[in-house]
């Protein structure tokens, strides 16, 4: 990792393709705090999982379209109703033509809700479980919605995240051919040495900026490749 650049110089280059701090400043996200997080009910948790995991491979706007109706079949995602859905049941709504229809990825609902429900068991609830992990070992938190819930690998699990406030960056086409170039890390960007450098990075850049690595890994994708700022980073 010594060729990475400072936080400072990513910053710098990132202002001068913006045009200027002010303009750059008004494209960055905020994450929310720890208190903020841990009160959200998991059932909203649990819906904005399931919205990832929809998204994932299809057009975002035709799944905040349909979003309303993924709402009414799944009883606003109730963990416990959602619990007591039979394979036959999880079959019938997935020919419901309120949502985008995806048997597999209407499994992964009951799936993900028994993730939530085990760890509201152990921890009090699924939000106060991410909102105390810390952001230092976010890769960890990435592993664990991997390892134990339903197609939450790749960007769908940060994504997810992200979209409920917790910090993390995100390993978007950008920020990781940045990565790639400044040799942060050598080898598959999946691995799990691969990842434990990168995070090893934006723990230093965090240190350097004191700023959220939402915000680290932003600028890092505006001050290199394409910059669709349109689009989440």
């Given at each position: 990792m010594d060729t990475a650049e400072s936080f400072a110089r990513i910053y710098q280059r990132a202002c001068e393709r913006k045009g200027g701090a002010a303009a750059l400043e008004a494209l960055l996200g905020q994450s929310a705090n720890a208190d903020d997080i841990a009160a959200i009910p998991d059932n909203l948790l649990l819906g904005e999982l399931t919205k990832k995991v929809f998204q994932s491979g299809f057009v975002w706007r035709v799944v905040r379209q349909k979003w309303p109706g993924f709402c009414e079949v799944f009883f606003d995602f109730a963990i416990?109703?959602?619990?007591?859905?039979?394979?036959?049941?999880?079959?019938?709504?997935?020919?419901?033509?309120?949502?985008?229809?995806?048997?597999?990825?209407?499994?992964?609902?009951?799936?993900?809700?028994?993730?939530?429900?085990?760890?509201?068991?152990k921890h009090g609830s699924f939000a106060k479980f991410i909102a105390n992990w810390p952001s230092s070992d976010i890769i960890g938190l990435w592993a664990y919605l991997k390892k134990h819930g339903a197609r939450l690998g790749g960007n769908t699990g940060p994504y997810a995240l992200r979209a409920i406030g917790k910090d993390t960056f995100i390993l978007s086409e950008d920020v990781e051919a940045y990565l790639r170039a400044t040799r942060v890390f050598d080898g598959g960007i999946t691995s799990k040495r691969s990842l434990a450098q990168i995070q090893q990075q934006f723990n230093v850049w965090q240190q350097e900026s004191g700023r959220s690595l939402q915000q680290i890994s932003q600028i890092i994708a505006l001050s290199v490749g394409e910059n669709f700022v349109g689009m989440a980073r």
């Open positions: 416990e109703k959602i619990l007591l859905m039979s394979d036959e049941m999880l079959e019938a709504k997935a020919r419901d033509e309120r949502i985008i229809r995806n048997a597999s990825k209407v499994f992964t609902i009951r799936h993900n809700a028994m993730m939530i429900d085990d760890i509201a068991m």
